[in-house]
């Protein structure tokens, strides 16, 4: 499976735009980049999902570089409730697959 | 969107006894069903995978014989906790993938905290 990488922490201001990184340099041609986020005592939470194109929905924008080594999760207006633990994940879409974390990147929004 | 319920949410028990932790996913039928824990501070540790009609697939180091998985139904998969002890006290969290479509991601429910006195 390939790995990521991920600061352990960033923190932003609220109403800023969150900038999370991730590294995955030996990504493989069929896998895709997911990320997720777990608020504090809850379960992890989808946020959004990619191949190579960028890709935007209403919680957040995910960049991906031409090379596919690395990744940017942007959330445009970042909000207290943002304040999680964000997980970036590589994955084929196989039904036989297992999703595996990591450490992630623990952001906190600051007011 | 996809919901995925677990109870109970919160459980405190005495050593040795045994715990069922539910999972339930209310809007989909899940072929498959992802049970891990995590421990304070920790990322999810993905202790099985729970197939419907089958039988469960551990990881490495996780005891079948400790941690019972059933998953009879598309919509049903229970994690039981046997003779539990203070080391097995965790946030429990399951996951279900839905059969076909939707790759969105898994459904994660909102975890069992699992305190053993």
């Known amino acids: 499976d390939a790995k990521t990488t991920q600061p352990t922490s960033m923190d932003c201001a609220e109403g800023r735009a969150a900038n999370l990184p991730c590294n995955h340099s030996t990504i493989s041609g069929n896998e895709y980049v997911y990320w997720y986020r777990q608020i504090h005592s809850q379960g992890p939470q989808y946020i959004i999902h990619g191949l190579k194109n960028n890709e935007t929905n209403e919680m957040a924008s995910l960049i991906i570089t031409e090379d596919r080594k690395s990744s940017t999760l942007i959330l445009p207006h970042a909000t207290l409730r943002d304040t999680a633990v964000y997980y970036c994940i590589v994955r084929v879409v196989d039904s036989s697959y297992k999703l595996i974390f990591g450490s992630g990147t623990r952001l906190l929004v600051r007011p | 969107g996809a919901v995925v319920s677990q109870h109970p949410s919160w459980v405190i028990c005495k050593s040795g006894t045994s715990v069922k932790i539910e999972c339930r996913s209310l809007d989909f039928q899940a072929t498959t069903m992802f049970w891990y824990r995590q421990f304070p501070k920790q990322s999810l540790m993905l202790m099985a995978t729970?197939?419907?009609?089958?039988?469960?697939?551990?990881e490495q180091g996780v005891e079948k014989d400790k941690f019972l998985i059933n998953h009879a139904s598309l919509t049903l998969s229970t994690l039981t906790v046997t003779s539990a002890h203070p080391e097995d006290s965790s946030f429990y969290i399951c996951s279900a993938r839905p059969g076909k479509g939707d790759w969105g991601g898994e459904h994660f429910g909102d975890g069992t905290r699992l305190s053993i006195l």
């Open positions: 729970s197939n419907e009609g089958s039988k469960a697939t551990y």
